[in-house]
């Protein structure tokens, strides 16, 4: 089952504190990013956050689960009415999390 955009926008505007959040439609769901960093994925109309040790630290008994078959451990996020603590989380989140690697030009 697709994710409905209403979720995901719901989900991007409740995390809006945290900076500059976007999401980008990928194989039927959605990537969140923060800053251009890839921080979670909606899957199934739920929040699934990239584990930190922050993370862990801020969520210390945040369920656990795989967002899609074969991916790492996510944090699964339930609540999202609390949008200071949220944008809080992804912000350090975010923080922890590398830059992606720049993309290699393709060679005509």
Same mark, same amino acid.
């Given at each position: 089952?697709?994710?409905? %955009?209403?979720?995901?926008?719901?989900?991007?505007?409740?995390?809006? *504190?945290? *900076?500059?959040? +976007?999401?980008?439609?990928?194989?039927?769901?959605? *990537? $969140?990013?923060?800053?251009?960093?890839?921080?979670?994925?909606?899957?199934?109309?739920?929040?699934?956050?990239?584990? +930190?040790?922050?993370?862990?630290?801020? %969520? /210390?008994?945040?369920?656990?689960?795989?967002?899609? +078959?074969?991916?790492? /451990?996510?944090?699964? $996020?339930?609540?999202?009415?609390?949008?200071?603590? %949220?944008?809080?989380?992804?912000?350090? +989140?975010?923080?922890? %999390?590398?830059?992606?690697?720049?993309?290699?030009?393709?060679?005509?």
């Amino acid at each position: 089952m697709a994710s409905s %955009l209403d979720f995901v926008e719901y989900v991007c505007e409740q995390i809006s *504190g945290a *900076g500059g959040i +976007t999401y980008r439609k990928m194989f039927g769901e959605y *990537g $969140i990013y923060c800053e251009g960093k890839i921080i979670g994925l909606i899957c199934d109309n739920q929040f699934f956050v990239k584990k +930190t040790i922050v993370g862990a630290d801020l %969520l /210390p008994s945040a369920e656990e689960a795989p967002p899609y +078959t074969s991916a790492k /451990p996510h944090f699964v $996020i339930e609540a999202l009415d609390d949008k200071e603590f %949220l944008a809080e989380f992804i912000r350090k +989140t975010c923080d922890e %999390l590398p830059m992606p690697k720049p993309k290699k030009k393709k060679q005509v």
